[in-house]
């Protein structure tokens, strides 16, 4: 579900929901484990429904264990398919925390990644994650300069 809020329909900033579902988790420490603070990296594929289609994304993550589950983490996400039918490629970079009980993230589009109807997006969302719950609802606010 998308809704306008102002300006010329292609400069319009657009607000759009759906759901994802993470598969193919890799972790790997970076540095000696068992320690805190600890660092490791993880590459991910995700698959987005709803307002942003993408059947596969490509994921790379870098956490920061502060505690037994708990930190923070950056990532870089590359999804290729379409936002609200208008197909392309871009790229999210993600910042967020994790505990126990889940994830809370934020993402922005990385200036200029923007390919095909979706040259020109710039944009920001979040998506909470609770352990257990499957698929995660996502909102993405965006507009297309051109």
């Not at 400069?11 to 988790?25: M, V």
């Not at 420490?29 to 603070?37: K, W």
């Not at 870098?62 to 208008?86: A, K, P, R």
Request: aromatic share 10%.
């Amino acid at each position: 579900m998308s809704t306008s809020t102002a300006g010329t329909p292609r400069a319009a900033r657009t607000t759009t929901t759906g759901r994802f579902t993470f598969a193919d988790w890799e972790e790997q420490p970076v540095g000696p484990a068992g320690s805190t603070p600890r660092l490791a990296r993880s590459t991910v594929t995700n698959a987005f429904t709803g307002g942003i289609e993408a059947e596969a994304t490509t994921c790379g993550y870098t956490f920061t264990y502060t505690g037994e589950s708990v930190g923070v983490f950056t990532g870089l996400e590359l999804l290729s398919g379409s936002v609200d039918g208008l197909k392309g490629a871009f790229v999210l970079e993600e910042r967020g925390t994790f505990d126990a009980t889940g994830t809370q993230c934020t993402f922005e589009v990385v200036p200029g990644s923007g390919t095909g109807e979706l040259t020109g997006l710039s944009g920001s969302g979040s998506f909470t994650y609770r352990h257990g719950d499957t698929p995660v609802a996502y909102t993405f606010s965006y507009a297309l300069d051109g």
